[in-house]
Nanobody, 130 residues
Framework: QVQLVESGGGLVQAGDSLKLSCTAS????????MGWFRQAPGKERSSVAT????????FYAESVKGRFTISRDNAGNTVNLQMSSLEPEDTAVYYC???????????????????????WGQGTLVTVSS
């Protein structure tokens, strides 16, 4: 099973940018569809962005379209989330997740199909002050 470690969270002001990174180990990284999810206090975990195994296809939640960019480096076993024009509503714990090819396509992962089969990182906190 793949292991995931997120980094890059922190406290920023509204309008700032921040980049999250997730490093994978343990299995062939390119076998997995990857995604970023977030969970705000008192809310359920929701999808933010997903990327196909080769990186050609990306999908975004409506709330982050045009502000966030997901990318991956299969040689370096990393998936990144570049966040810009951050808003207080983006405050949440952000999780990286890996979905095996049998569980979901990138588009299906955005809909959290078979989410119980995903491997999750420990999360990184992003706080956006107004």
């Amino acid at each position: 099973q793949v292991q995931l470690v997120e980094s890059g969270g922190g406290l920023v002001q509204a309008g700032d940018s921040l980049k999250l990174s997730c490093t994978a180990s343990g299995r062939t990284f390119s076998d997995y569809v990857m995604g970023w999810f977030r969970q705000a206090p008192g809310k359920e975990r929701s999808s933010v962005a997903t990327i196909s195994r080769g990186g050609a296809l990306t999908f975004y939640a409506e709330s982050v379209k045009g502000r966030f960019t997901i990318s991956r480096d299969n040689a370096g076993n990393t998936v990144n989330l570049q966040m810009s024009s951050l808003e207080p509503e983006d405050t949440a714990v952000y999780y990286c997740a890996a979905a095996p090819r049998t569980a979901a396509t990138a588009q299906e992962m955005l809909a959290m199909r078979l989410k119980n089969s995903y491997t999750w990182g420990q999360g990184t906190l992003v706080t956006v002050s107004s």
